[in-house]
C-alpha cells in the first residue's frame, strides 16, 4: 500500500522558516517525482515545487524560488521542503504527491497524495 506523511507544518510569523517532511512508502518505482502543493482557504490547489529522485533536478514556481528548498534522503524515502523567509500569502495547507515523471506541474501526472499539513504565517 503506497502512503505519503507530511510533516513539519506549524505557526510562525513573517520571516521565519519550517521545514516540512515527506515520507514515502510502498511506491514501485524507485525513480519518482515527488512534488509538493499548496491550497489556502477559498483558492484552488497550486503547485509550489518538486523533485525528480532520479538526478535531482528540482522546479519552483516564481513566488518560492529563493526561498524554498527541496532536498530528499533516498535512505529514509523521504523529501524535504525546506521553507525560508516566509510570508503571510505561503499560509495554506501543503502537500507532498508522487509518479513516474517530473515533467509537469499538472496535478494529473502524480498518483499518489498525502494528507497534507497545514502552514500558517502571521504578519
Known amino acids: 500500500q503506497v502512503q505519503l506523511v507530511e510533516s513539519g507544518g506549524g505557526s510562525v510569523q513573517t520571516g521565519g522558516s519550517l521545514r516540512l517532511s515527506c515520507v514515502v512508502s510502498?511506491?514501485?518505482?524507485?525513480?519518482?517525482?515527488i512534488a509538493w502543493f499548496r491550497q489556502a482557504p477559498g483558492k484552488e490547489r497550486e503547485a509550489v515545487a518538486r523533485?525528480?529522485?532520479?538526478?535531482?533536478?528540482?522546479y519552483y514556481i516564481a513566488s518560492v524560488k529563493g526561498r524554498f528548498t527541496l532536498s530528499q534522503d533516498n535512505a529514509k524515502n523521504t523529501g524535504y521542503l525546506q521553507m525560508d523567509s516566509l510570508k503571510p500569502e505561503d499560509t495554506a495547507m501543503y502537500y507532498c504527491?508522487?509518479?513516474?515523471?517530473?515533467?509537469?506541474?499538472?496535478?494529473?501526472?502524480?498518483?499518489?497524495w498525502g494528507q497534507g499539513t497545514q502552514v500558517t504565517v502571521s504578519s
Open positions: 504527491a508522487a509518479g513516474p515523471l517530473c515533467g509537469s506541474w499538472s496535478q494529473g501526472f502524480f498518483n499518489y
Open positions: 510502498g511506491i514501485a518505482y524507485s525513480r519518482k517525482c
Open positions: 523533485i525528480y529522485t532520479g538526478d535531482d533536478s528540482t
